[in-house]
């Protein structure tokens, strides 16, 4: 069964320090999505890409994290200098199109957690 | 006031009794509603979606939407310690306004089937 790859599942950092997060969408998704969720909350948006074009990053914090997707396939979010009020879940998700954005799917994540 | 709010429970019910989940939301322009399961340290996995009103089933799920209330349900029939999740709405405009596909999350409910 397809699905979305992510790593590191866990990381622990000091803030100040440089964090990478890894995503690989299920093949053939041209659409790509990271999402932020802090304990007892729901998922929010950060960046969308289309292919390897941003489609919005309006809730990215730009001064310190950044998002890119090369070639159009896996992706990856930084953050530098991370915070502690960082400490979060980073999904990544995917949809096949645009069009099919209703039906996104999730990886498995990557908890931060900033000391 | 959240666009979407949902009450983070927990919910325990005992096995094999009917659970019924609800959302409510402000943005009349909200067009696909979508349930996701979220095990405890998981990605949210996609159960169903549902365009505009009406009712669908898959299984022992059925969804409802009520635009006129703005309400929406999740029912689960025969339910199963398995079941046992945070179980997330999420909402999306339809795209001709363009802009980000991002979803919209209510805060989740936690839900225990016990034995």
């Known amino acids: 069964e397809a699905e979305v790859a992510q790593s590191p599942r866990y990381k622990i950092t000091e803030k100040s320090q440089a964090v990478a997060f890894w995503c690989d969408p299920i093949s053939g998704h041209a659409t790509l999505y990271w999402y932020r969720q802090i304990l007892g909350q729901g998922p929010e948006l950060l960046v969308q890409?289309?292919?390897?074009?941003?489609?919005?990053d309006s809730q990215l914090p730009k001064d310190r994290f950044s998002a890119e997707r090369l070639k159009g396939v896996d992706s990856t979010l930084k953050i530098q200098p991370a915070e502690l009020g960082d400490s979060a879940m980073y999904l990544c998700?995917?949809?096949?199109?645009?069009?099919?954005?209703?039906?996104?799917?999730f990886g498995p994540g990557t908890r931060l957690t900033v000391t | 006031q959240k666009e979407v709010e949902q009450d983070p429970g927990p919910l325990s019910v005992p096995e094999g009794a009917i659970v019924s989940l609800n959302c409510t939301y402000s943005?009349?322009?909200?067009?696909?509603f979508m349930w996701y399961r979220q095990y405890s340290r998981k990605g949210p996995e996609l159960l169903m979606y549902t365009y505009s009103s009406g009712n669908k089933e898959d299984g022992r799920f059925t969804a409802q939407v009520d635009k006129s209330s703005k309400y929406i349900s999740l029912f689960i029939r025969d339910s199963q310690p398995s079941d046992s999740a945070t179980y997330l709405c999420a909402m999306k405009t339809g795209r001709s306004g363009g802009g980000a596909d991002g979803l919209t999350f209510g805060k989740g409910t936690h839900l225990i089937i016990q034995p």
């Open positions: 890409f289309q292919d390897e074009s941003v489609v919005d």
């Open positions: 943005n009349s322009a909200f067009q696909y």
């Open positions: 998700a995917s949809s096949l199109t645009r069009t099919t954005s209703y039906e996104q799917y």
